[in-house]
């Protein structure tokens, strides 16, 4: 047994689950390579990590905040040299190629840089006292333990959008990764604590959503939970949440929409959709999912982006020659056949893949052909319904208010976008489709960590994270200060 063994991190210390159960983290390119063995955490785990980030807590908020977020900029530095190996730790445990679990990292990078910056603009608000001799101003607080789940397709990035602003704002954290990558958030809290975080601040409990999630849940000294993951899990996150009194900020599923008018540059609409839909082997909330063509460029489009997903490398990511990296595991393999077949029994097309990978060097891993179904149309569930993996459907339409429509018919709202030369029909566009992201001539996929990122209806609860974590990871505290002398009452002392 050649692989290491990681503990959870708990008040400082790195200690085993108290079961002493383990679960392997295998590589999803070839399921004889174990990456590591983590902690099967349960309720027993969780319930010391929260003690330990309780006691933090007590030192932590007091100090200033420009301070805390000095560690960050130590933090992101440690990540810039550290780069290379974390994404191919990155690779080796979630699949994705070299060149994307860089850029996994580099958000983390950029995410920590720019909010170390907010350690000096934790605004808040003066505002007039409607009484005389008397100060009014709202500060913001933190929150106080947090509680931050997370899912397994940026592994890095999406701790880093929920660690750091937690972290900034003087809350203490307790993160409970995804079971298929807890490593890249061992990476990221291990650049945190050579950083020089004090113990307590940042609590790993690793293991799965039924233990370790399921206990955070019900903590009741977590205040707060940041999740990312599915909208089924989503929903019961937030019911529990609201069934214990936290706050809870849920970021969730996709079935995203490129639309291609008759007047786009056809090439980068091509270049745009292809990487929209196969980047991350399509396992990105905000993966083009739907390719809506307009009719003048559909037979054209489609001709040539079929060709284009056929001619794709699929294999392992550490190739740097490799397109396309494999599936999470074996169980995303089984959901992308399940809607192949869902697809084709309602009367789809299907123009490209379909299958399953399992020849050759290919039988070691879990990978699956990029699939492109035609004569889709939006009732069908394909065009409906999130499969989180390297499978697309085209949908042609005849008219821009249609494409609109198509667009805004489902349940899901992250992002969207417009290839077209026509500004008006753009700016249409970027009011009216419901989304919490519209890309003009560029890709669903791109996000840049200092804008918000979230989405609308069964994609989000209305909270944002980039621009907009500070509001969920601080509350606000209202302060009159009275230097009249005497009693003053609100709403009877000033009616004259
Ligand atoms: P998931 O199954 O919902 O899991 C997300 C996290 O929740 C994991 O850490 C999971 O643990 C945990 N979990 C599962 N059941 C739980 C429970 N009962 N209580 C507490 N925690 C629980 O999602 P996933 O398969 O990892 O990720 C794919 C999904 O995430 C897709 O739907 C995708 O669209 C969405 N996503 C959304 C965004 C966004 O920002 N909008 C970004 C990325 C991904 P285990 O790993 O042990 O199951
Ligand atoms: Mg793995």
Redesign the pocket.
């Known amino acids: 047994m050649s692989h290491r063994i990681y503990h959870n991190l708990i008040g400082g210390e790195w200690v085993p689950a108290k079961s002493g159960k383990t679960i392997l983290n295998l590589n999803p390119a070839d399921q004889g390579d174990v990456v590591g063995e983590f902690p099967s955490s349960h309720a027993e785990d969780v319930k010391a990590a929260v003690a330990a980030a309780k006691e933090a807590y007590a030192t932590w908020r007091l100090v200033p905040a420009p301070k805390r977020a000095e560690i960050l900029v130590r933090a992101g530095l440690l990540l810039q040299q550290r780069k290379e190996q974390y994404a191919r730790d990155m690779t080796r445990e979630m699949g994705k190629v070299l060149a994307e679990t860089r850029g996994d990292v580099q958000e983390a990078i950029d995410e920590a840089f720019y909010v170390a910056g907010e350690g000096r603009r934790l605004f808040g608000v003066t505002t007039p006292s409607e009484l005389k001799d008397k100060f009014a101003m709202s500060v913001r607080m933190p929150v106080g333990v947090v509680g931050l789940?997370?899912?397994?397709?940026?592994p890095m990035a999406?701790p880093s959008w929920k660690l750091f602003p937690a972290l900034v704002a003087g809350n203490t954290c307790i993160i409970?990764?995804?079971?298929?990558t807890p490593l890249s958030t061992y990476n990221l809290v291990q650049a945190l604590v050579d950083a020089g975080l004090p113990p307590g601040v940042v609590n790993i409990v690793s293991g799965?959503?039924?233990g370790a999630?399921?206990a955070l849940?019900e903590h009741p000294d977590v205040r707060a939970i940041s999740?990312?993951?599915?909208?089924?899990?989503?929903s019961?996150?937030g019911q529990r949440g609201a069934a214990t009194f936290k706050a809870v900020s849920l970021?969730?599923?996709?079935k995203n929409a490129q639309i291609v008018l008759d007047d786009a540059n056809l090439d980068l609409a091509l270049d745009g959709a292809l990487w929209g839909a196969f980047g991350t082997t399509g396992q990105r909330?905000t993966a083009t999912s739907r390719i809506l063509l307009q009719k003048g460029i559909a037979a054209k489009f489609t001709a040539e982006f079929v060709k284009r997903a056929k001619a794709l490398k699929v294999g392992d990511g550490l190739d740097e020659s490799v397109q396309v990296g494999p599936q999470v595991n074996a169980g995303q393999i089984e959901t992308s056949k399940k809607y192949v077949d869902i697809a084709s029994a309602e009367g789809a097309k299907l123009l490209a893949g379909g299958h399953a990978l399992t020849e050759g060097a290919y039988s070691k891993g879990t990978f699956f052909e990029p699939t492109v179904f035609g004569g889709v149309t939006a009732a069908m569930r394909i065009a409906r319904e999130?499969v989180?993996g390297p499978v697309v459907c085209l949908i042609e339409f005849e008219t821009f208010e249609e494409a609109i429509a198509i667009a805004n018919s489902i349940d899901y709202g992250?992002s969207t976008a417009l290839y077209t030369r026509d500004v008006n029909r753009a700016f249409t566009a970027m009011r009216d489709l419901e989304a919490g992201i519209t890309y003009i001539n560029a890709p669903t996929i791109g996000a840049e960590v200092h804008l918000p990122?979230?989405?609308v209806k069964q994609?989000g609860n209305g909270h944002r994270e980039g621009l907009g974590a500070i509001e969920f990871f601080t509350t606000w505290k209202a302060v009159y200060v009275d230097y009249s002398d005497r009693l003053q009452r609100a709403q009877i002392d000033n009616a004259e």
């Open positions: 789940i997370t899912p397994w397709n940026f999406i409970k990764p995804a079971t298929d799965s959503g039924s999630g399921a849940l999740f990312t993951g599915s909208s089924e899990v989503g019961h996150v970021e969730m599923g996709g909330c999130e989180f992250l990122f979230g989405g994609t």
